[in-house]
Structure formats: C-alpha cells, structure tokens
C-alpha cells in the first residue's frame, strides 16, 4: 500500500513536493487551456471548471497528511479573534444499551469534545440567557468524509453554519460540534463509528439541558459525512424518545442535510448509477476500485468492518439492502439538499423516497441543483448556491 509508504518521512516530503510541482506546472497550465474549449459541464464557467478540477486533484493528495492536519480538533478549544467555543460534556447516561455494545467493540466511550457558537450578524457572539420561547437554533455537524475538516471557525467548510444563521431572525445561532475524526491503517486507529454519533448527542444535550433549547426549535444541519451524521442522531432520538432505558427529552423539530453520505456500502453502486456515470464530481476517488473501499468509510467502521455498512442503519440508512431496517417514522420536517452531478446523487434520493414513504411528502423537501457536484453549498463562491439558500429561508420560515 503505497499510503503506508508516503506518510513516512522523507517520502512524505518527496511525495508532496512533486505532488506540487506537478500541480503548479502541468495540471493546473493544461487544465487551463483545455477549459478554454470544453468543459466537464457546458454550464460552468472556466473558473468553475478550475476550481472543480483542483479541488479533485488536492483530494487525492492530502490523503496523507492524516486527519485535521491543519485544523483544530477534539482536544482543545482553539482560541482566535471572534472565537466563541465551549466545552460539552461527556454524557454516558444517554446511551442505550445497543450503542453501548458498539462503543465497547470500537473502543470508544463519551467525553468532553469542544463545540462552536457561530452568531448572526451584530447578534452577541454566544446565545445570551434565559433562551426566548420559540426560539431557535442549528446544531451544525461538518462534512470531511469522517477524517478532516472541523467545526471551529477558521475551517473551510465554516460557510454553512456562518450562512445559516444569516438566514432568519427566529434562528441567529449555530453551535457547530467538534466531533472526534476517524483514521484507519496506516495511521493510528482511532475513533471508528459510534464516536462521532455519541460527539453529536453530547452538542445536542448540550443545547437542550445547559442552553435551555426546546427540542423542537433545534435544527440539526450537516453536509456531507456531517450529514450522515445528523440523521443518525435524529435517528436515535426518535428511536429512543420516552424510552424506559435512557431518557431523552425528544427529536429535533427539523433536519437540513446537504449532500450527505446515505450508504456506504454498494447497494447503489450499480451500471448507470450515479456512483459510476457521476465521474466529473469533486469527489474523484469514491468508487474507483469496486474492490477496496474507499479510506474514508474503513477508518469510520473501523472493527466492525466494511459488512456493516450493508446492515446498520445508522451508517447507512439509505441502503437498498434488506438487511437494513431504515425506517423513518417519527422523524422531522425535512430540506435534503444534492447536486445532480454528485457520485451519491441515487443513494440521496432513496433517502428522499424512503422519507416520503415513511412520513409523508408534506414533511419533506428535496432541492437538487442540476448542474451542482457534492456539497456545492459549502463553496461560497458556487453558482448555485444563492437560490439554493432561498429555498433554505423559505423552509425555515413556512415551518
């Protein structure tokens, strides 16, 4: 495995810094020119097209600088200019005794992690107490394919909760969860499925029991892995609502979810399907190899191995597989974002479908931008992406 290999100095460096040149002197000089007479999609613009056809390329390379090699993580609260972070604590008492059973298989258990504020222009920078009646607020879980990227301020994928909370009054605040980061052979195996799930229940606690949120004024938001995320936790409160084993105070009163991540096992991954004919998406490196599954989903399932993916349905609610029982009744008004573009464009839409079944067409709503790769939303500079808060501030404000 060539990535064994690469991690390790002075290949690391070496790999890196002809990555680089090759970047800067052949991919990006070619790329140009070709884009200048024909484009992945005859809709975008050059500068589109470039940006789409980097971001592919850095994909494939930072792979080796290991999990949020760059941003803060789990393990502090990271100060900066307009920083407003908060520890949430470890709540063991709220897991059930099937997420107990996974946490002990993995090796993981509840801790402090920290979490974010993000604040709605010339609002205070945290949300100030008692909590109005009505009130409400995100809860922002961050996409990253479950190895990158974090919830604190300064990282890239920041737009979404900054946006969200721009758009209505009834909700000015966001607190973004600092979930712990997976990663698998060959770098340390830490912090495979449920860590993340039981991070999210942590922020969500938080916002019910310290904040004083009412459940059903929380918005669980999440892209991407974020998004998988924020089904599975919605999922486990609705599943375990006025249960006898552990005592929640109820489901979220929405869900917005962009791009996420529905099942990561193959199910989807057939002849015609998105998963294959999808192949300019940003995301390049998915489902290249029928054979070995991507990094990013065996550092998450981590023990339990790639055969969970075809049977849990908190990793992969939108599998066609009938193994995993995903049913969706009791969940929550619904605004499901995709690209039409994207490599996970079908299993987004077995969500849709699988929601609307369950709950009604009323509860849910699907955007798709036609011409959008994955995640478009949390590019600021992505064409797509005004109408498509328009349609988020419509939502927001009809429920």
């Known amino acids: 495995m060539l990535l064994a290999l690469y991690i390790k ?7 890196l810094t002809c990555q680089i040149l090759a970047i800067a002197l052949v991919f990006l000089p070619i790329s140009a020119v070709r884009y200048l007479f024909v484009r992945p999609n005859p809709t975008w613009s050059w500068s589109h097209a470039m940006r789409v056809a980097l971001a592919r390329r850095l994909n494939s390379v930072i792979i080796v ?10 393990r502090a609260i990271e100060p900066g200019p307009g920083v407003e972070g908060v520890w949430l604590d470890e ?3 709220l897991m059930n005794a099937e997420l107990k059973i996974w946490s002990s298989v993995a090796n993981v258990t509840s801790i402090r992690i920290p979490g974010y504020w993000y604040a709605k222009t010339g609002a205070n920078s945290k949300p100030p107490p008692p909590i109005a009646a009505g009130r409400k607020v995100f809860l922002y879980l961050h996409g990253g394919g479950f190895i990158r990227m974090s919830a604190h301020p300064r990282s890239l994928i920041s737009v979404m909760p900054r946006s969200l909370v721009e758009l209505t009054d009834d909700a000015p605040y ?18 495979p499925f449920p860590a993340a799930l ?3 229940l942590a922020g969500y606690n938080f916002l019910v029991n310290t904040m004083g949120y009412n459940p059903s004024d929380i918005i669980v938001a999440g892209d991407s892995a974020g998004g998988n995320l924020a089904i599975a936790l919605t999922r486990y409160l609705v599943e375990n609502y006025e249960g006898t084993e552990v005592s929640l105070l109820g489901p979220p009163g929405h869900l917005l979810v962009c791009s996420p991540v529905t099942d990561m096992s193959s199910s989807h991954v ?39 993916a075809s049977r849990n349905r908190f990793i992969s609610p939108a599998s066609l597989n009938p193994l995993v029982q995903a049913r969706f009744t009791g969940f929550p008004r619904t605004f499901i974002i995709a690209g039409g573009m994207e490599v996970f464009l079908d299993q987004i839409r077995s969500l849709r479908d699988k929601m609307v079944r369950d709950i009604g067409e009323r509860q849910v709503t699907y955007y798709e931008a036609a011409n959008a790769e994955h995640d478009y939303f949390v590019f600021s500079w992505h064409p797509d992406r005004p109408a498509t808060l328009r349609a988020i501030q419509e939502w927001l404000v009809s429920g």
């Open 91 to 93: 709540e063991p008492h």
């Open 270 to 308: 057939v002849p015609g399907s998105s998963a294959l004919t999808n192949d300019k998406d940003i995301i390049c490196d998915f489902y290249t190899d029928p054979h070995h599954p991507p990094y990013r989903i065996l550092a998450y399932v981590g023990p339990f191995g790639i055969g969970i």
């Open 9 to 15: 100095q002075p290949w690391k460096s070496f790999y």
């Open 65 to 74: 600088l290991g999990k949020g090699f760059s941003d803060p993580d789990y």
């Open 198 to 200: 039981i991070d999210a």
């Open 174 to 191: 966001a607190l973004a969860v600092e979930y712990r980061l997976s990663s698998a052979y060959p770098f340390p195996e830490e912090h």
